[in-house]
Antibody
Framework: HGQLQESGPGLVKPSETISLTCSVS??????????WNWIRQRPGQGLEWIGYIYATGNTDYNPSLRSRVTMSVDTSKNQFSLRLSSATAADTAIYYC??????????????????????WGQGTVVTVSS | SSELTQDPAVSVALGQTVRITCHGD??????ASWYQQKPGQAPVLVIYGKNNRPSGIPDRFSGSSSGNTASLTITGAQAEDEADYYCNSRDSSGNPYVFGTGTKVTVL
């Protein structure tokens, strides 16, 4: 059963870039059809999906953050990373990395399961402040 | 802003059944996934796809869909089920992996 661990600076100055890394253990980041996600939670708020990356490098980002987000993957280190530029106080949050399960189409019901986040890191707190 | 709406809070007596709902147009052809989050902890997946439970999740948790509503049902709620619950699916604009607004479940 895999484990994920976030790392990175806990304090970032306004206008600078938040840079975080997620280390994957207990399995290869290149295995099967999993995709690797960043999700955040602002203080006292709900969850917000930031984006995902496949081991191939294919990405998709939340449209509301797309202009500031870059994700990358290093299969040799079994890690993937998040960069969020032009940080403001609104980016203060707990940042989680999570594994995504492959999408699936149910012929019997004509319903689509676009995948779920089955393994999560413990989260890392990032504060944007001068 | 999220287009998957949930009741902010529900309460249930110990051992009774509670249904947590999530409303969104995508549920007419997309399943929801459901997450449990306890204070100070990372979310945990409890239901995904067509009513699938990850290993270790008790069978008192179940999922269903009807029209534009996805539901998570806890049958025989336990004290340890007290938590925030979030649904996740595509929104009506086609944006993927949108989380619902969250429901706080209190077990009385």
């Amino acid at each position: 059963h895999g484990q994920l661990q976030e790392s990175g600076p806990g304090l970032v100055k306004p206008s600078e870039t938040i840079s975080l890394t997620c280390s994957v253990s207990g399995g290869s980041i290149s295995s099967d059809s999993y995709y690797w996600n960043w999700i955040r939670q602002r203080p006292g708020q709900g969850l917000e999906w930031i984006g995902y990356i496949y081991a191939t490098g294919n990405t998709d980002y939340n449209p509301s953050l797309r202009s500031r987000v870059t994700m990358s993957v290093d299969t040799s280190k079994n890690q993937f990373s998040l960069r969020l530029s032009s940080a403001t106080a609104a980016d203060t949050a707990i940042y989680y990395c999570a594994r995504g399960t492959p999408p699936f189409y149910y012929d019997s019901s004509a319903f689509y399961d676009e995948g779920a986040f089955d393994i999560w890191g413990q989260g890392t707190v990032v504060t944007v402040s001068s | 802003s999220s287009e998957l709406t949930q009741d902010p809070a529900v309460s249930v007596a110990l051992g009774q059944t509670v249904r947590i709902t999530c409303h969104g147009d995508s549920f007419r052809n997309y399943y929801a996934s459901w997450y449990q989050q306890k204070p100070g902890q990372a979310p945990v997946l409890v239901i995904y796809g067509k009513n699938n439970r990850p290993s270790g999740i008790p069978d008192r948790f179940s999922g269903s869909s009807s029209g534009n509503t996805a539901s998570l049902t806890i049958t025989g709620a336990q004290a340890e089920d007290e938590a925030d619950y979030y649904c996740n699916s595509r929104d009506s604009s086609g944006n993927p992996y949108v989380f619902g607004t969250g429901t706080k479940v209190t077990v009385l």
